[in-house]
């Protein structure tokens, strides 16, 4: 039989997927991240299934859409239940599992992890086995933030020593777990809380940008869609209200957590290569979602830009995958469970929607699919090659947002009612409704009364 790999899973909070090194568009140093990526294969259209994180992060656990969990909003209560987590499968197959640092999936009691070091208030309430209570063994605790300080959530200075800081504890932590896990294969996750706010660097740090320097985005220009939504002091956190200096200092803080983060994964990945575990360890680097990162003159999140669905992904394994290959083809974040199944020979979880990338991870061969979904309250998307429609409704009736991607990039000149364009919006609104139709997955059904499509899930519950 076949050894079993370990696998790494790399979680990095509200990162712009163009805010990384390999890129080479906004001058981030990110030089472990990029090795992953140089070494491994890069999947350049990848995208969440949701630009929230909690409703994210259950996309990737379960491989499922959101109206599928049912999870659409970070206070989900209560959580849905008898949702299959990858991590509750995997221990199936002999996996010990682990999550270090943000889980962010508060009241999923089956969310499958059998040791947890936890840094977010909303998974330790209690703050046992938490960051908190790190610190105060250091008597720093008066400087953790709940982000509830508005001042502190945009642009706080922190107290906090680099060698105690939120990144450094996270990697420390995960070392500590590879140091006494006695028994492989492991699942572990390694999830840093930022980017995502507060934007406050820990003293004495290494690297840092200079405002003045930092390269910003070429589409400075407010928008505003449809759909955003209000993210109460993230809406006001933009160019236009504070102005381009205080924008440049926190986009420059935003890419000094990112080098930070990066410089601790290099620490996690060289402890491996020391204990002779980086061989037949599958690390996958990845994002919840995104961020404007300066897009649009904004920080921090709103529904459904390519900024904020947009997400890194990246998978390494030495001798196994393609190496420095560079994935042009689409891929979501719902695809990690699929994938790990067919890399392992594990059968598939009936309840698993998205599609296995093992043949673009281990030969040339490229993702087969011609579009992407993504979805928040009231509101569907698909996104194509070439074009992006959003459609909801509200109370006063349909809206809908349609971008030629080819002309129009960054989302600006919404032609949902351009009449040139009726053949492209009806395809695309057809498209969305059959994929809607086809990944339902209803809790409460008659098999007697009702007829539904031959999925997978459907065969499985009609016995």
């Not at 957590?257 to 996958?284: K, S």
């Amino acid at each position: 039989m076949v050894k079993r790999p370990n696998i790494l899973l790399i979680m990095t909070d509200q990162h712009h997927a163009d805010c990384l090194g390999y890129t080479g568009r906004r001058g981030i140093k990110t030089p472990h991240i990029d090795k992953l990526a140089a070494e491994g294969v890069n999947f350049t259209q990848a995208y969440s299934g949701h630009g929230t994180c909690l409703p994210s992060r259950s996309c990737y656990l379960t491989g499922m859409y959101a109206h599928a969990h049912g999870i659409y909003g970070n206070d989900t209560d209560p959580f849905p239940e008898n949702l299959l987590s990858l991590g509750n499968f995997l221990q199936r197959y002999g996996y010990q599992t682990a999550i270090i640092g943000k889980k962010h999936l508060p009241r999923w009691n089956q969310a499958g992890f059998q040791y947890e070091r936890l840094c977010y208030h909303a998974d330790a309430p209690l703050r046992q086995l938490h960051y908190y209570q790190y610190l105060q063994n250091f008597n720093l605790h008066h400087w953790y933030d709940y982000l509830g300080d508005v001042t502190k959530f945009c642009l706080g200075e922190e107290h906090i020593p680099v060698e105690h800081s939120l990144e450094n504890w996270t990697a420390d932590e995960t070392i500590k777990y590879l140091e006494q896990v006695a028994v492989e294969p492991f699942f572990l996750m390694a999830s840093f809380e930022r980017p995502h706010p507060p934007l406050t660097l820990p003293q004495n740090i290494t690297y840092v940008y200079h405002p003045e320097e930092i390269v910003l985005p070429e589409n400075l220009e407010y928008t505003e869609s449809s759909f955003f939504f209000d993210r109460n002091v993230e809406l006001l956190w933009t160019l236009r209200h504070y102005g381009e200096k205080i924008f440049r200092t926190a986009l420059a803080k935003y890419y000094t957590l990112i080098t930070l983060i990066d410089q601790n994964i290099g620490r996690i990945v060289e402890y491996l290569i020391r204990q002779g575990l980086r061989e037949n360890t599958l690390i996958i680097f990845c994002a919840d979602h995104g961020d404007f990162a300066g897009e649009y003159g904004r920080m921090a999140k709103g529904y459904p830009y390519d900024a904020i669905i947009h997400i890194p992904f990246v998978w390494n394994w030495p001798g196994v995958f393609q190496a420095g290959k560079r994935e042009d083809g689409f891929a979501q974040n719902i695809d990690l469970f699929p994938t790990i199944c067919d890399l392992l020979g594990l059968p598939q979880p009936e309840s698993v929607q998205g599609q296995s990338l093992l043949p673009a991870l281990t030969s040339t061969r490229s993702t087969n699919r011609e579009a992407v979904f993504f979805e928040s309250v009231c509101v569907k998307s698909i996104r194509t090659k070439t074009h992006k429609l959003n459609y909801g409704f509200t109370a006063e009736g349909e809206i809908g947002e349609l971008f030629d991607l080819t002309k129009d990039p960054h989302e600006y000149r919404n032609v949902f009612v351009n009449k040139a364009y009726a053949d492209i919006r009806e395809n695309l609104l057809r498209r969305l409704l059959d994929w809607w139709i086809e990944t339902q997955q209803p809790i409460n059904f008659s098999r007697r009364d009702e007829k539904f499509p031959p999925t997978g899930w459907f065969r499985k519950n009609t016995g």
